[in-house]
């Protein structure tokens, strides 16, 4: 099958990819321009100030944590640009995803227990482990928690500009991702509550997740979409979508949520080493989420049915 592609949804892809390494260029400078050079393989990068800048990249406990909140992720994604045939194509891809996940789980607890312990590495993935020595039950969850919801509605929306149209029973198949991801997100908030969302520390956390991961992970899955074989940038079709526009208002939901909690917030205390610049703590913190983002473009592959839209396509397009 010829590789197809509207020539504009290609140079949208392009401009995408080169947004999202202009902004690893940008804080791959403050950091070194902070720290120095040394910072990269030796210096105290991260707000912990007890690893370098690869060790920030190589971090298994902390993308132990981030792993359930991907998921959720991926099956909005999924669900977005997927756009299995039927019931049974949904089944194969999720089965696919469940494939992912576990060996990404299995490497990364292997990972985080050898460098921290078993116990440890079990508490990332549980949730009840986050930055700075934080414990309890879902609280890495509730850190996320505002910012999950801005980021899973802003993701399913942009998802949809590149996912077909289809007609009343394709859209219900596709739907079912999202289903699996509402039904999974349900059970986390029965688990762990909400409490403590409001707070200066989790509202910090949660703000610089929007300020960090999106401006990674969004422009990458949206152009390695766009360089799918078929795919075109529909953007006024998914506007007119009454599913986009209900995204669209969750992440309005979560992200008007945060504002108005983080009135008054000051949020480099609350969210990091007050000691550090909130530049570098930016900066710092996209390393963090290299990972995150890999996971989601293979997720992306899985989503389209095994067409051309992985990691091999980002050499193609710059």
Known sequence: MPHTQDPAAGRVATRLLVFAATVLLVALAIVVGSLGIAAIAGGAVHESEARSLAGVVLFPGHALRELPHLVLLALLWLGAAGAPRDGRELGRRLAALGVLTAACGAALFAAAAAESGAALAWQDLAQSRAARDLAGPGVHFRFHLLSDLALGGLLFAVGRTVGPADGGRERRVRLGAVAVAGGLFAAALAAWGIESVATPRFVGHAGREILTFALLALPVLWALALRGHGTSLALRRALGERDVRLALAVAALGAGGLGWHALGVDLLAASSAPSRSLA???????????????????????????????????????
């Open 280 to 318: 570098l703590n930016l900066a710092a913190h996209q390393f963090e989420h290299l990972f995150d983002v890999a996971f989601l473009a293979a997720a992306g592959r899985i989503a389209s049915g095994g067409r051309r839209v992985a990691v091999g396509a980002v050499a193609e397009g710059t």
